[in-house]
């Protein structure tokens, strides 16, 4: 027994993705490497201009933000920036 038809899972499924369309821009920050993407839905790729240095689809949540359910974010350097901190 389903509890939930498949056309109501389609139905959330697209509200979650148009909802990604509706979130404003990242803050313009002027730190050479950050996180990018927004959760629930979380396709992620670096800006131009920046490198990535790895992907998770959760972390730390003061630094990452809230988790991903689907895909995951990014977290991208300004080219020629080399990152030794900690990314999580």
Request: net charge positive; aromatic share 6%; with cysteine.
């Amino acid at each position: 027994i389903s509890l939930v038809s498949p056309s109501v899972v389609m139905k959330i499924l697209l509200l979650l993705l148009l909802t990604q369309l509706w979130i404003p821009a990242e803050t313009s920050e002027t730190l050479p490497c950050k996180w990018h993407g927004f959760a629930p839905i979380c396709i992620a790729s670096c800006p131009s201009g920046t490198v990535e240095v790895k992907r998770k689809s959760e972390g730390k949540k003061k630094v990452f933000g809230k988790s991903c359910l689907l895909g995951s974010k990014v977290f991208c350097c300004e080219k020629g920036h080399t990152y030794t901190g900690r990314v999580d």
